[in-house]
């Protein structure tokens, strides 16, 4: 299939490097594919990036048959533009698909029509520390239609926003709020997929732990309130003597790129990691003997999310004094020192998409 390319004809100005925040920022172009029962996926285009006739009674709007992806392009030491992994997010668009009854996607074909759109908007993509293009492919159902039903009809759509750090305060550990109230997801339900429900499931107690002065929440599973799932959107590890402890992918928890690269990277870093059920209990009890070493987040935004506080019930045990503890600032280091070409990708993560 061709790619038919329009390009812009008022290319925007590009935003200060320091002032770009996280996902306020669009490019000057855009990927849009359509989707028919019996037709497939047809019709890719590079477009100017901007707005596009949609019904009010699509169903994407009523009932959130919707999915999308992150990833991120960085621009290297040595001026090439890159992407990470970029087929790893790719298949796992298509297990989000197929939770929420979405035709596949051709993945060897997005990843070059991704390609394609990066070396166009390839100047967007910022040079600064701790910038990257955040890629944002997402499809939605468009049948209109209120009756509830599986769409026939899909838009794929990749914008591509150029981000600072995710974190205002930077690389810095947070207060967060064990979850005890509200729950996230529950296995058999939407949790393992990147879906807009999960991220709206998630919203109310954000906001209430915010108002309290915590950064985001700890989810604990739904059924016991007891094992711990994941923190905000990213996936949660624990440093306890000496080993790093992450649930396992259990059918409510989001299969993280970053913990991937985090689990691929272990042996070569010399650390264990170990994917089990591990309680909030636990987690007090390890600190109180002492033995809690250290908490960090994991996700593409913000790659490695130091942890400072975790409160639960009204009681707070403090990490590694409130300091990013030596393994999460070593897995920030070489992750991002792969990403942007400091160190050397001996895993072929890196994709090289352009040169300047
Ligand atoms: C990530 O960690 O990449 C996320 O999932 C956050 C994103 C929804 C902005």
Redesign the pocket.
């Known amino acids: 299939m061709d790619i038919l390319v329009t390009k812009t004809s008022k290319p925007g100005t590009l935003p200060q490097e320091d002032k770009l925040g ?2 306020k920022y669009f490019t000057d172009h855009m990927f849009v594919m359509d989707y028919q029962e019996g037709k497939g996926w047809h019709s890719p285009k590079i477009v100017p990036y901007g707005e596009f006739p949609i019904y009010p009674s699509a169903l994407v709007f009523h009932y959130g048959q919707a999915t ?1 992806e ?1 990833m991120k392009a960085y621009r290297t030491v040595d001026d090439r533009i890159v992407l990470f992994r970029p087929k790893d997010y790719l298949n796992r668009f298509n297990n989000s698909n197929k939770a929420v009854c979405i035709p596949p996607i051709e993945v060897d074909f997005v990843h070059q029509a991704l390609k394609k759109l990066i070396e166009i908007d390839k100047h967007w993509v910022p040079g600064s520390v701790g910038t990257s293009l ?1 890629i944002r492919p997402f499809i939605i159902a468009t049948d209109p239609c209120v009756g509830v039903k599986v769409s026939d009809t899909y838009k794929l759509f990749v914008i591509m926003s150029p981000v600072g750090a ?1 974190y205002a305060s930077g690389f810095k550990p947070v207060k967060i709020k064990v979850e005890d109230n509200y729950t996230r997801a529950v296995k058999g339900g939407l949790g393992e997929a ?1 879906t807009s429900a999960n ?1 709206a499931a998630g919203m109310k107690a954000g906001v209430e732990a915010k108002k309290e002065g915590f950064a985001q929440v700890l989810w604990l599973d739904a059924l016991e309130r007891k094992y711990i799932e994941e923190i905000g ?2 996936n949660i590890l624990f440093k306890i003597n000496d080993e790093i402890i992450t649930p396992p992918l259990a059918g409510s928890i ?1 299969s ?1 790129r ?1 913990r991937l690269t985090i689990i691929d990277l272990a042996n070569d870093l010399g650390l264990k990691v170990t994917e089990r059920k591990i309680s909030i209990l636990e987690i007090y009890e390890a600190h109180e003997k002492g033995q809690l070493q250290e908490v960090f987040g ?5 790659v490695i999310s130091p942890v400072g506080e975790l409160t639960w019930k009204g009681k707070t045990i403090v990490v590694n004094d409130n300091k990013t503890g030596p393994t999460a600032q070593k897995l920030f280091d070489t992750i991002t020192g792969i990403q942007y070409g400091k160190l050397e990708d001996k895993y072929g993560w890196i994709d090289t998409v352009a040169k300047l």
């Open positions: 996280f996902g999308f992150g955040y995710y990147k991220y959107m990213m989001l993280g970053t994991a996700g593409t935004a913000a």
